[in-house]
């Protein structure tokens, strides 16, 4: 699955402009260690976060997995599988932005590593198979075998520590023991999350907002739609909205820090008055968790459609999506 690569075939094409493909860090391949088979431990055993901290949450069938900003913020990339599904966390600390891929592109089954090259100030993997480059914030591949095709995307979900361990007391979450010497209690990049620096020069600027305002986005090809947390200061949330003529439902919380959004399939979906992780339900007595897995009622075992969507930073929006559109009430 793991070529070297020097054997790697290179293609002349990229779909981007190269006027803003930089050098994010030296070594080229893999210059930031991605986790293979990461080690996992009980939420009563993390010791090594507080509990505004940011995580990274999947959920396939009943498996519930919590990769925190702590260990991506040093890794970027974790390669793991729940089953025969094999995917990898990818997160961005530059654009803040936080995915899951499947690993299996085409029928072949492959690793996602660091490419060492940014675009728009924005993580590039390579697949190991390939050696092909893809754009993060786009989910398609910019350069290599696959060119302009696009990956397929597991549904995931960024929030705090405080909020994920209630939802989800019995998760597992990534472990300090990675095999590499790191300092996951401190942040490498010092100020970055709050001030206005942008490290690397992007396509488009659009600096009516402040660029590291944290908003979540779906997206449909080359089409963005964005809600801001803000919308949801009072604490959790629901709002109706149409997004590419699809009626959806929007779920958030601003202090939580965590929102979802789904296609609007069943009948009454509102707010749930039950205790977490359920977030929603709906007119035949189902309730729904924040994945949009039916965790109990007469549907259980079944999930509501989740648009494809991840938060990101303001300025990456922008540079990525320009003629997106916002969210107003």
């Known amino acids: 699955m793991v070529e070297d690569p020097a054997n790697y075939e290179y293609f002349v094409d990229w ?8 050098a994010g860090c030296n070594g080229g391949y893999d210059c930031i260690k991605s986790l293979e088979n990461p080690v996992f431990i009980g939420v009563k055993d993390v010791d090594y976060i507080n509990d505004e901290d940011l995580v990274v949450g999947l959920k396939i ?9 702590a260990i991506l913020d040093w890794h970027e990339i974790v390669n793991d599988n729940i089953d025969d599904i094999y995917f990898s966390i990818n997160y961005c600390p530059l654009t803040g932005s936080g995915m899951a891929w499947d690993r299996r592109v085409d029928g072949k089954l492959t690793q996602f590593g660091v490419s060492g090259l940014l675009f728009n100030s924005n993580v590039i993997p390579y697949d190991r198979a390939t050696g092909s480059h893809w754009s993060q914030m786009q989910q398609k591949c910019v350069n290599g075998e696959f060119y302009k095709q696009r990956v397929k995307s597991y549904p995931v979900i960024e929030t705090t520590w405080k909020t994920w361990k209630e939802m989800y007391p019995k998760s597992k979450v990534v472990s ?10 401190n942040y490498p ?6 001030n206005e620096d942008v490290f690397f020069p992007t396509e488009y600027d659009n600096d009516t907002i402040h660029p590291k305002v944290r908003y979540y986005g779906v997206i449909d090809n080359d089409k963005a739609h964005l809600y801001s947390y803000n919308l949801f200061k009072d604490g959790t949330g629901l709002i109706k909205d149409t997004v590419w003529d699809k009626p959806v439902v929007v779920a958030g919380s601003e202090p939580d820090q965590v929102m979802m959004v789904v296609a609007s399939t069943v009948e009454g979906l509102k707010l749930s008055t039950k205790e977490l992780p359920s977030i929603l339900e709906d ?4 309730t729904y968790d924040i994945f949009g897995y039916c965790i109990n009622g007469p549907d259980k075992g079944s ?10 930073y303001w300025f990456a929006w922008a540079a990525f999506y320009p003629e997106l559109s916002l969210y107003k009430p």
């Open 303 to 312: 999930r509501l459609e989740v648009l494809n969507g991840f938060t990101a």
């Open 189 to 194: 990049y010092y100020s970055y999350k709050e």
């Open 283 to 286: 007119s035949s007595g189902n």
């Open 176 to 185: 300090t023991e990675t095999g590499f010497k790191r300092d996951y209690g």
């Open 61 to 69: 069938g009943d498996e519930v997995r919590c990769y925190p900003h």
């Open 15 to 22: 779909s981007i402009d190269m006027d803003y493909l930089e």
